[in-house]
């Protein structure tokens, strides 16, 4: 069956986040709450663990219009909304033997503790909508805009103040 091409008058990025409703659940489904908002349909399972490890949450999510790009900040927000800020998640790209492709669903694996961090990654807060050279980014939204979000100016003083650093 093939799918209806999207009408560029219809972005589904461009309609207002709404918050998540938790859905009735699915009897194929059990393990899972299911929840949408105006966007996405997300489906959350548990995961105690099994072994000294910490429990887990999988976030398997979906654009409702079946559209295959997920901004990073929508997956921010997924992860925020449905789970905790504070808590951290990878999204894994496995060994193809593990892969899983079948329906333009993505995951995340959230680590259900918002005092774990895992011993990779950035140890500091960075975020900005400018643009310098060829590093593009995308300006937030009026009302989304976090308060500690750096301007052009700030960001140059930033890399400068970095650049001195490593000299």
Known sequence: ???????????LLSI?????????????????EIYRNSR???????????DSGPDLIHLSFRRLDHGTFLPYRDKMCI????????CEGIELFPARSREVDTA?????????????RFPFGFTQRLVTEATIGDAQQEPWPANERP????????????LQREQRRRS
């Open 79 to 86: 992860k925020d909304e449905l789970v905790g800020p504070e």
């Open 16 to 32: 207002p986040w709404t918050p998540f409703v938790q859905c009735e659940k699915d009897p194929r489904d059990p393990e899972s």
């Open 104 to 116: 333009n669903h993505y995951h995340l694996w959230i680590i259900d503790d918002p005092t774990f």
């Open 1 to 11: 069956m093939k799918r209806k091409k999207q009408d560029p008058k219809h972005d």
């Open 40 to 50: 996405y349909q997300v489906h959350r399972r548990r995961f105690k663990a099994h």
């Open 147 to 158: 308060s500690d979000c750096l301007s052009e100016e700030e960001m140059r003083a930033l």
